[in-house]
Structure formats: C-alpha cells, structure tokens
C-alpha cells in the first residue's frame, strides 16, 4: 500500500508525514489490549484497499527517530499491531507482512544519540 508520502529515513526532521513499513516500526509498549486488537483485525480485513488507505492517512502513528536510526512508535500501538495481524491473514484490501504500511508523524529525530544516550 502507497500513501504517496516520503519513506520515512533516519534523517527525516521531526514534523513530517511520511510512511513507513509496519514491519520496521519498533514498539516503546510492552503490552497492548487484546480484545481492542482483535476488533481493529476484524474491521481492517473488511475494508477495500481504498477505505483502509483512507483510514490509515486520517491516523497517523507518532514515532520518534532514535539509536541509530530505529523507529520507535509512541502510540497507536494497537493500530499498528493490529494491521500487522491483518496482513498476516486474508484480507480484502490485499496486503500481506510485506506491503503493510502506515502513514507516520515524525515526533522528534534523536537518531544522533546512542546507547544510554537515547
């Protein structure tokens, strides 16, 4: 799926919208809410490929560009979980593990700090 945004890098500057592949986000929560989750999977494999590109470009994931240029969201976690799950079974939009993505909002780029710096 194509949001027509920039791939989100290690040097995009915080404030921009870009996208970004499910599978390169890391979480910061280390728990999330099964029952919310299971409910985002069954109304996100309904949804035509347009419909959940249109879902997904009104909720953008906030991450933060930090240690060496990892993605690390810092909210929506049930989302992105959730639309992961998607993509790994049949879907009606179509997407699988490698064309899940999302539309991001880029917090703040700490990708200069490392280790305990972060």
Not at 50 to 74: A, C, M, Q, S, W
Not at 85 to 108: C, F, L, P, W, Y
């Amino acid at each position: 799926m194509n949001f027509d945004l920039p791939e989100l890098t290690a040097d995009t500057p915080q404030g921009v919208l870009c996208q970004a592949k499910v599978g390169d986000l890391k979480p910061t929560q280390n728990a999330v809410g099964f029952d919310e989750v299971n409910d985002k999977i069954a109304r996100y494999s309904a949804k035509s490929k347009e419909d959940l590109k249109d879902y997904l470009l009104v909720h953008p994931v906030p991450v933060v560009i930090g240690n060496g240029g990892n993605f690390y969201v810092t909210d929506h976690h049930h989302l992105t979980n959730a639309l992961w799950k998607t993509a790994e079974s049949e879907n009606k939009a179509g997407i699988d593990t490698k064309s899940a993505r999302v539309v991001v909002m880029v917090q703040s780029n700490r990708a200069g700090l490392k280790g305990y710096h972060f």
